[in-house]
């Protein structure tokens, strides 16, 4: 009666093949599991050994690659049940999939022991004393069988992944990777915007974070063969992998949207206006000509009045009025009567005030420019400029996958001016740029986050990007419910919230001051003016002591 039962069920279910085995209970109890957990294929373990499935036509198992990925399993071995789950579970067209093992109550507990060992954790144990899934205990140091339903009352209850890991560690794996992840000191631990979002997961799933390095070989294998084997070696003893990922990845790790796209960028300070070469292009060669015909044509007229009878309180007059007007003064002198002269004064002094205005625009215009020169856009700009290329080991590897071979003129002339830094620590190399100002390099944009303000005083472009996200085991019992716990955390913004708080952070700290200019001429740039005025100020003295020893040497004489 009972196996025909099961036979009807078969049949109704869509299975082929024969059971010639007693099941350890009822074939109602059964269907209603199975109705519960959807279509499904079935697996007998009859006798032998199935270590090696590959090849074998499954008792109403086709392809592992085909849906439904649910199977119901009647076993009355716990051997030959832990070699059919791990030849299926190790196949290549494995993904994941639900079980129910049919068991009698003797063997409950064995089934269970053995679905953890697998991280099976949404599968079901099906006895004549009821319906059983996994629960842990210690964070699965150890594991019991749960009754979660009876024949009677097949009411399934979901397994709860928060639930089951409650204080349980959450071991997180990092790339070095400012200012997502670093470690400012020795003594200070783990910072970033990254350890912040996390310990807001981890405060939701109340679950402690546990944070460690990644294998130091990660980044030499990504960018030299895009190789992820550290990673697959760490995440056996870890939930989560932050760091570099892209499409091909997807192959080896259950990854997360992507967090943050970042840039490998050319970097190259810009330089400083030079307001004095402005200056001198203002002071054209026909501006200077005029001046000096207008200084040389005053010098020939004071000359010839000097000539004449009263000529020497002329001259003095109208120097005084020269004086006056250039200070804004008024009743210091008393223009000439003679109306050539006037005329002539007149004209010198409207001159000589239309050149004054446009050297005070000229120098208005400079002050008030742009401090820096347009920033360096392009590998072409680049090899113009003369910049040396300082580069870390890693990133004279990146330059040359992204850049390929060095057939073009400027890729052939920029690579001539490479040279491998001692320091391999990225943000030691920008401090050093900041500081020197004489070389490019490349530089991953994040880390011109740590240096707000960066962008006014250097120019940059990219060359490459880096996509950030989280990676998880493939196939993990853990991945899916961890993935969703982490993107509801980011749909509610709360890592855009850590980055905004750390950019304020970083800004009060290494915030990069740019050189501005104002109306309030610097010593810098009135020292050069104030040299040559000096010369002329220092001959003028020299001349008028010499004069006063000659008057009073020739006064002695007499």
């Known amino acids: 009666m009972l196996l025909g039962a099961v036979v009807f069920l078969l049949a109704l279910l869509g299975v082929e093949g024969k059971i010639r085995i007693q099941l350890p209970t009822s074939s109602q109890c059964l269907r209603e599991v199975l109705a519960h957990v959807g279509p499904t294929r079935s697996i007998q373990i ?33 051997e030959q049940l832990n070699v059919t789950l791990k030849a299926l579970v190790e196949a290549p067209e494995y993904k994941s999939a639900t079980f129910v093992i049919v068991a009698d109550p003797t063997t409950e507990q064995s089934a269970v022991d053995i679905l953890w060992k697998f991280r099976l954790l949404d599968s079901l144990v099906v006895s004549s004393q009821g319906i059983f899934t996994v629960a842990l205990i210690k964070c699965g140091a150890t594991v019991r069988a749960k009754k979660v339903g009876s024949c009677t009352s097949p009411d399934l209850q979901e397994f709860d992944f928060k639930q089951a890991f409650l204080g349980c560690p959450l071991k997180v794996l990092w790339v070095r990777y400012p200012p997502y992840m670093y470690e400012p000191n020795q003594t200070s631990g783990w910072k970033g915007i990254f350890v912040d979002f996390l310990e807001a997961v981890g ?6 974070i546990q944070l460690a390095p990644s294998d130091a070989d990660y980044l030499d294998e990504v960018y030299q063969g895009y190789s992820y084997d550290s990673v697959l070696r760490d995440l056996q003893e870890a939930d989560l992998f932050i760091g570099t990922a892209d499409t091909r990845t997807a192959e080896l790790f259950y990854l997360s ?41 005053m010098a020939a007229v004071l000359f010839g009045l000097s000539q004449l009878r009263d000529g020497a309180s002329r001259v003095a007059d109208i120097v005084m009025l020269l004086y ?235």
């Not at 008792?59 to 990925?69: R, V, W, Y």
């Not at 405060?203 to 402690?208: I, M, T, V, Y």
């Not at 810009?270 to 200084?295: C, E, K, N, P, Q």
Request: proline content about 5%; charged content about 15%.
């Open 257 to 297: 949207p992507i967090i943050v796209s970042d840039y490998v960028t050319m970097l190259a300070p810009r330089a400083l206006v030079d307001y004095w070469s402005h200056l001198r292009r203002a002071l054209s060669l026909t501006l200077l000509i005029l001046f000096g015909a207008m200084f040389f044509s």
């Open 324 to 558: 006056g007007v250039s200070m804004g003064l008024s009743g210091h002198a008393r223009l000439s009567d003679y109306s050539p002269l006037r005329l002539f004064l007149g004209l010198f002094l409207v001159v000589l005030m239309v050149l004054s205005f446009y050297l005070q625009a000229t120098l208005t215009s400079v002050l008030s420019g742009p401090t820096y020169e347009p920033s360096i856009s392009s590998i072409e700009e680049l090899v113009e400029s003369g910049l040396p290329l300082k580069l870390t080991e890693l990133f004279k590897l990146v330059f040359e996958f992204g850049t390929g071979s060095y057939q073009k003129p400027h890729m052939s002339e920029l690579a001539k001016r490479i040279e491998v830094l001692d320091e391999p620590l990225l943000l030691n190399v920008l401090d050093a740029m900041i500081r020197d100002r004489n070389f490019a390099t490349l530089m991953i944009n994040a880390f011109m986050f740590m240096r707000p303000n960066l962008e006014g005083t250097f120019g940059s472009f990219p060359v490459g990007n880096i996509d950030l996200c989280f990676a998880m085991g493939k196939n993990s019992y853990a991945s899916p419910p961890l993935n969703a716990w982490i993107a509801r955390a980011l749909e509610t913004g709360f890592f855009e919230k850590f980055k905004r708080l750390h950019h304020f952070e970083l800004a009060l700290k290494w915030n990069v001051e740019a050189a501005g200019r104002t109306f309030v001429v610097s010593w810098g740039q009135i020292a050069p003016a104030l040299k040559v005025l000096g010369y002329g100020y220092g001959s003028a003295f020299l001349v008028l002591v010499l004069e006063l020893l000659l008057a009073q040497l020739h006064s002695r004489l007499k």
């Open 203 to 208: 405060h939701g799933l109340q679950r402690p």
């Open 46 to 78: 009859l006798s032998g050994d199935y270590a090696d499935l590959k090849g074998q036509t499954l008792i109403g198992a086709p392809s592992l690659a085909e849906a439904p990925q649910v199977y119901w399993i009647a076993s009355q071995s716990s």
